[in-house]
């Protein structure tokens, strides 16, 4: 019997997971057990229990998509070369030289010289189909302007560097980044001019390099992201398209001004 015990003794020396490093491997683990006492509580209440969760539950939940991913990884990209391209920024940055001359090329494409400048046309005008042509795009002019204001404020894109709005911004009701509004009116106005006007082929090449340089003076001055001037594109093509098939003839456009004469 002695003997049997210490042959007993010396096999569990021996053992490797009697070692203790080994010792957890012989015991039950948390998990089991506290799984054990959560079946047994579920049991005794009837059914499950709302917080008793385990994380392999919620793992599919943790893992994003690859369209999430995609998304996430694309506005990085578009954050990151914006302010990257935003070389007017400031007074100290690498395009400070060139920062009047940009800042003015913007200003080509803000609302109010197009508004004013339409109006005073308007009113100058003394022929039938140049009032046509002047109500039609006044009338474009607006709806641009309350479209991008509308999609503005419905979306609150702030720019890549957040700068507050001016006050030309907010009379105009450019006070978000996405969609640039100077970008959609620029090849709004553009299409317009070259759909209704006769014009020469530099003149006519003249017009797209303006519109796609006040869409790029818009991403330098660190006002707009560059995927909010590239949809600020796309919105003005639209603007265009939707004008010209609810185009206004002259007779319309003669029954507007003499209301708008009255007042």
């Not at 100077?182 to 006519?204: D, E, G, Y």
Request: glycine residues 8%.
């Amino acid at each position: 019997m002695p003997s049997s015990q210490a042959r007993s003794r010396a096999r569990d020396r021996n053992n490797v997971l009697n070692r203790p490093e080994f010792m957890s491997l012989n015991q039950p683990s948390h998990r089991e057990g506290s799984r054990d006492s959560t079946d047994g509580s579920q049991a005794a209440d009837g059914g499950p229990k709302e917080g008793s969760r385990w994380p392999e539950q919620d793992c599919m939940q943790l893992n994003p998509t690859f369209r999430g991913i995609a998304i996430n990884s694309l506005l990085a990209i578009d954050i990151s070369l914006s302010k990257r391209l935003g070389m007017c920024v400031g007074s100290h940055g690498p395009g400070a030289p060139l920062r009047s001359m940009v800042t003015l090329l913007a200003l080509t494409g803000h609302a109010l010289p197009w508004i004013f400048g339409t109006l005073i046309c308007l009113w100058r005008s003394n022929t039938l189909a140049g009032q046509e042509v002047l109500v039609n795009l006044l009338l474009a002019l607006i709806l641009d302007l309350m479209t991008v204001a509308g999609m503005q404020k419905l979306i609150k894109r702030r720019g890549p560097w957040d700068f507050p709005p001016g006050f030309l911004d907010y009379i105009a009701m450019d006070m978000y980044s996405f969609p640039a509004a100077h970008a959609s009116r620029a090849v709004m106005v553009s299409k317009f001019l070259l759909n209704h006007l006769v014009l020469a082929v530099p003149l006519r090449i003249l017009l797209y390099l303006w519109a796609f340089l006040v869409g790029v003076s818009r991403v330098l001055l660190g006002k707009h992201h560059i995927s909010d001037v590239g949809c600020g594109f796309a919105l003005g093509f639209l603007h265009f398209s939707l004008v010209e098939s609810v185009w206004l003839d002259s007779a319309t456009c003669q029954t507007l001004l003499s209301i708008g004469t009255l007042w």
